[in-house]
């Protein structure tokens, strides 16, 4: 992803994220605890941190997930869109 079309904040992280996941992606991630997101440190915040502009000085997404390097802000990318993936998912009744 360009410079200028990297996301300035979580909420657009989040939808640039999801449009990247496939449906199977989208379950596997939304159906996971919360204590299992660490798990997806390595790929997904991996690709975060890449493709997001967290390693190439995209300082708005950074400051905008008030963490304070790269590998904290991607996690916190990442629980957004597991919370964002949950509220997706029609409840079972």
């Not at 496939?22 to 996971?32: L, P």
Request: hydrophobic share 45%; proline share 3%; no cysteine.
């Amino acid at each position: 992803m360009k410079q200028k079309q990297w996301p300035a904040t979580i909420d657009e992280a989040v939808g640039v994220v999801i449009a990247t996941l496939s449906e199977e992606d989208k379950a596997t991630i939304s159906a996971m605890a919360e204590s299992e997101l660490i798990g997806l440190h390595m790929g997904l915040g991996a690709w975060i941190r890449n493709n997001l502009g967290l390693w190439s000085g995209n300082r708005s997404l950074l400051e905008s997930t008030g963490a304070p390097n790269a590998d904290d802000a991607s996690m916190v990318i990442v629980e957004a869109v597991w919370e964002r993936l949950r509220e997706m998912v029609p409840k079972v009744h």
